[in-house]
């Protein structure tokens, strides 16, 4: 199962989605609603907290490089949160999105959060 | 067919009474009769055949101009008329149109109306007979062969176009099979290159050599649908927790584990799964029902990363072939069965 919760932070205008537990490709119609709707007009920057995944199949690896892919294309600032050595971590360096530029990951939620708000004007 | 024989020969047969009656004048209106009667049983038969019975129809047809012809010669002297002939007619036409038992069946008829017309002579129960002209008789007997000439025309045609019909068949089957061996040749030599390109770690199998190559089932075989993936990875990282499966690092199979098993509902609407184990293995299997996957794409489906034909990332083989010792993959339109195997403690 997977649960995915979407949390605006207060003041920054920057959206946390934070996805746990099992991303399979069932689960990607309604990770791809959250998504869309992380990405409505208006926000700063979205955080995609991928901490607490334990799967997540080519399916799911699709949703976050679609996402990558648009934010960066509409300029808006993203980040991905994976600790170093978690399974997030491991999968985003297999499929080579670790390297990709402008592709940030960072440990934490609030660290990429920081982040995202320190590249705002 | 059945129209042309049946109109055929109730022409041929009109012909002939209407010849006949002008070397004898004084059977003129027998001859109408009959020629009246032949038509009428032949407009009956389309009538029949039109509406979809026709065997129905060629059978009541055969047996109407069996009795017409019967009652001819039974009216014009026995076994002496010329209408004596028509028996053989009815009994090609029986093979013609209905098949071979009911050209014996027809055979059996005439040999008894023959047999009963020879009877009722020598018992002297026919009815009197005109004596029939020369000419009449000649003239008569010359058209049951021309119609027999051409009943056995129109049966030689058929024979042919039976010939031809099985002679392309033969065809289609031939090319089928050479089609069978050439795509044979082409999945061992895939299967050559793609086991040398990775190592021996992809190996393309037939289903007999899928179904041999695994161990015995650690639990029950599964099945999997679109919304069941989460439980199906569920139920795997439980099994794989167990003491018993020995796995050093269970995790690596839950990655192609859940690959296989997304293929399997992307391409086919679901399939089963199960866990096997053998002396020195663990083994995943997800079987589907689905087209299978196109030689055409085969390469790339499984060794390019990136690859993908449903929208994907297409990485599945790629995490497949990176995280297993070796992956047999057998697959054909209507059933693709993918195993993953690692090595157990």
Redesign the interface.
């Known amino acids: ?2 649960n995915a919760q979407l949390v605006k932070v207060e003041n920054a205008g920057v959206n946390v989605l934070a996805l746990e ?2 991303f ?4 990607k119609p309604r990770v791809e609603a959250l998504r869309l709707q992380a990405m409505e007009g208006g926000h700063a920057g979205l955080v995609l907290d991928l901490n607490g995944l ?2 997540i ?3 799911g ?2 949703v976050i ?1 679609a996402t990558f892919g648009e934010l960066r294309a509409a300029d808006i600032p993203f980040a991905a949160v994976a600790a170093s050595r978690s ?1 997030a971590e491991a ?1 985003l360096r ?2 080579g999105l670790m390297s990709v530029p402008g592709f940030k990951v960072f440990a934490t939620a609030e660290e990429a959060t920081q982040a995202i708000m320190s590249m705002l004007p | 067919m059945l129209y042309s024989i049946a109109l055929g020969t109730a022409v041929l047969v009109i012909a002939i009474n209407i010849l006949s009656s002008l070397a004898a004048p004084e059977l003129f209106g027998r001859l109408m009769l009959i020629a009246l009667g032949y038509g009428l049983v032949s407009l009956g038969l389309i009538a029949i055949a039109r509406r979809g019975s026709v065997n129905g129809a060629s059978t009541a047809w055969l047996v109407a101009i069996g009795l017409i012809a019967t009652w001819t010669a039974w009216t014009g002297g026995g076994l002496s008329a010329p209408a004596v002939s028509l028996q053989l007619v009815v009994v090609v036409l029986s093979g013609l149109l209905l098949g071979w038992r009911a050209n014996l069946m027809a055979a059996g008829v005439a040999v008894l109306v023959l047999l009963g017309l020879w009877q009722a002579e020598v018992s002297g129960l026919l009815p009197a007979a005109q004596p029939r002209p020369v000419l009449f008789r000649s003239l008569t007997l010359s058209g049951y062969v021309v119609v027999l000439a051409v009943l056995s025309a129109i049966a030689m045609r058929g024979t042919e176009r039976l010939r031809a019909t099985l002679g392309l068949e033969r065809e289609q089957r031939e090319a089928q099979e050479h089609l069978r061996e050439k795509d044979v040749a082409i999945r061992r030599a895939y299967s050559g290159v793609i086991e040398a390109v990775t190592g021996g770690r992809l190996l393309l199998v037939t289903p007999e050599e899928a179904a041999s190559a695994l161990g015995t089932p650690i639990a029950e075989e599964r099945t999997v649908a ?5 439980k199906a ?2 139920w795997l ?1 439980d099994v794989l927790g167990r003491e018993s499966v020995r796995l050093e690092d269970s ?1 690596l199979l ?2 192609p584990a ?2 296989a098993l ?1 293929n399997a ?2 391409h086919a609407g679901g399939g089963t799964y199960g866990l096997y184990k053998t002396s020195n293995r663990i083994q995943f299997r997800v079987t589907d029902h689905g087209p299978g996957i196109d030689f055409e794409n085969l390469p790339k489906a499984t060794l390019v ?1 990136g690859f ?1 034909t449903v ?6 083989f790629d ?1 497949m072939l ?1 995280r297993c010792d070796r992956v047999l993959l057998s697959t054909q339109p209507g059933e693709t069965t993918v195993i993953l195997e690692l090595r157990a403690e």
């Open positions: 199962m997977l537990g099992d399979t490709l069932d689960e334990r799967f199949d080519s399916a690896l699709m490089l399974y999968k297999e499929i | 679109a919304g069941g993936l989460g990875i569920a990282r995790s839950i990655d859940g690959e997304a509902v992307k990363a993908s929208g994907t990332l297409g990485h599945g995490i990176k």
